[in-house]
């Protein structure tokens, strides 16, 4: 079946950091731009990150901006978003999305998503 | 960053009927590089349209898109039970991606 699984749901302190996972299943994770992008409770979806399908360029949200890092293992299938410095308004649902193949970056599939929660 | 207004927020329809989900942008989407999603709870969020008026892999013709520039519509031509769900746009012409709020097709 073609999906993708996130985890490392977690609570976390303000300052902390924590690892997400996304795994990829029934296609071949190396052939596809991916993101995240994450709702807070009470608020619209918001694009976090995305990353090239070989890894070498990377974009962020301002919002996120040197504190998160994407990154992908695609010999695992697996996507990574890297949260550090986490902030009360990093509270959200994280879910993982791939990029159709065009033209445009649209989300062809989404992950169930995964609750961060950010508070002391 | 392009805001993406849409309406109603709430939709009440009975089974059989036609829905009609208004999506407009702050700033003309040159390329119409717009997207709708349907989400229903517990379920990950599903592609039905992009480009503005092309059907996804897999999603039925009851299904449609339409618009240009800077106002773009969703259309289900006859409500199924699957489709009581919110739904939101998304624009992708101009960087960041941006979303709708979402509409809620509830039944009546």
């Known amino acids: 079946e073609v999906q993708l699984v996130e985890s490392g749901e977690d609570l976390v302190q303000p300052g902390g950091s924590l690892r997400l996972s996304c795994a990829a299943s029934g296609f071949i994770l190396s052939s596809y731009i991916m993101e995240w992008v994450r709702q807070a409770p009470g608020k619209g979806l918001e694009y976090v990150s995305a990353?090239?399908?070989?890894?070498?360029?990377?974009y962020y949200a301002d919002s996120v901006k040197g504190r998160f890092t994407i990154s992908r293992d695609n010999s695992k299938n697996i996507l990574y978003l890297h949260m550090g410095s986490l902030r009360a308004e990093d509270t959200a649902v994280y879910y993982c999305?791939?990029?159709?193949?065009?033209?445009?970056?649209?989300?062809?599939?989404w992950g169930r998503g995964t609750l961060v929660t950010v508070s002391s | 960053e392009t805001v993406l207004t849409q309406s109603p927020g709430t939709l009440s329809l009975s089974p059989g009927e036609r829905a009609t989900l208004s999506c407009r942008a702050s700033q003309s989407l040159g390329r119409n590089y717009l997207a709708w999603y349907r989400r229903k709870p517990g379920q990950a969020p599903r592609l039905l349209i992009y480009?503005?008026?092309n059907r996804a892999t897999g999603i039925p013709d009851r299904f449609s898109g339409s618009g240009s520039g800077t106002d773009f519509t969703l259309t289900i031509r006859r409500l199924e039970p699957e489709d009581f769900a919110v739904y939101f746009c998304q624009q992708y012409d101009n960087p960041p991606p941006t979303f709708g709020q979402g509409t809620k097709v509830e039944i009546k």
């Open positions: 999305v791939r990029v159709g193949m065009g033209p445009g970056w649209y989300f062809d599939l």
């Open positions: 990353i090239t399908s070989n890894g070498d360029n990377t």
């Open positions: 480009g503005a008026s």
